[in-house]
């Protein structure tokens, strides 16, 4: 290609790209402004609001620190079906990230229906699925273990499948270059790369866990929720104060030693 033409060939293509960009940047203002006008949004109705916020903060203070003896064993069961919905979901997410990874199983018709319904399942939200498995199996802590369950496959089973693509492929040629089957294949040539990966993916699940299980309860699904229903369904705003102030005091320190845990496997 001579000189001129390569010239012109690349003011053409910086142009379409202008073109490209310009268009999406129009685009994406039209959709905020529409966003603002059908959603009904308006300042000088936030602004009418703000003040009862700040009164509903100062029906809060101080905190009822005597509720603490009723709340300690249901943040104990929010903690326990975080851990056993955390520990179910890691096992499970591990044949669901290798379905899914394009390299790991060669195969388009298992590759692409594996990740279309993964996709599929991580837009339902947890409360919605904490709510189908509330009438499935009634109030209790099995539906909120079971909604945490699925929502950490999708959690790890997207971050694993992403980083299985990205390892190094030297490692699983050799090996196949040896005659090596798949399960020598895997163990040896994926599982040492991928390892601090998917412990890490493991620790920010369970971080996830934790904040959803406190929530899950205002559907039934067991949990520290429950006391958050309640106590702001009676009015008893001190109560609540100290329900949050607890769940913010665990979650603090479980994200603290998580993510301590997360820089030493990094």
């Known amino acids: 290609m001579t000189a001129p033409v390569q010239q012109n060939y690349d003011t053409y293509l910086k142009r379409k790209m202008s073109l490209k960009t310009s268009f999406t940047f129009v685009l994406l203002i039209v959709l905020i402004v529409w966003s603002f006008i059908y959603t009904g949004f308006n300042v000088g109705d936030l602004m009418v609001g703000l003040p009862q916020i700040g009164d509903l903060f100062a029906q809060m203070i101080p905190p009822d620190m005597s509720y603490l003896s009723q709340i300690t064993q249901p943040m104990l069961d929010t903690i326990r079906m975080a851990i056993v919905s955390t520990v179910l979901g890691s096992i499970v997410s591990i044949p669901v990230a290798l379905l899914c990874a394009s390299n790991i199983v060669q195969k388009k018709w298992i590759n692409i229906p594996a990740r279309f319904i993964l996709n599929i399942v991580r837009t339902i939200p947890d409360l919605l699925l904490a709510a189908i498995f509330v009438a499935v199996f009634g109030i209790g802590q099995i539906p909120g273990i079971l909604a945490l369950f699925i929502l950490t496959i999708c959690i790890i089973g997207k971050l694993l499948y992403e980083?299985?693509?990205t390892i190094d492929p030297g490692p699983m040629e050799a090996m196949t270059a040896v005659g090596a089957n798949k399960v020598k294949w895997i163990v040896y040539g994926v599982v040492p790369q991928?390892?601090?990966?998917?412990?890490?993916y493991v620790l920010y699940a369970f971080e996830v866990n934790i904040r959803a299980s406190a929530v899950l309860g205002?559907?039934?699904a067991g949990g520290i929720g429950l006391f958050?229903?309640?106590t702001l369904g009676l009015f008893?705003?001190?109560?609540?104060?100290?329900i949050i102030l607890f769940t913010l005091v665990i979650v603090v320190i479980i994200d603290y030693v998580s993510t301590k845990v997360r820089e030493q496997l990094a």
């Not at 991928?194 to 890490?200: E, G, K, M, Y």
């Not at 008893?236 to 100290?242: D, I, L, R, S, V």
Request: aromatic share 14%; glycine share 4%.
């Open 236 to 242: 008893q705003y001190p109560k609540t104060a100290t």
């Open 228 to 230: 958050y229903d309640q």
């Open 163 to 165: 980083s299985l693509e």
């Open 194 to 200: 991928a390892i601090s990966s998917f412990a890490s």
């Open 218 to 220: 205002l559907v039934g």
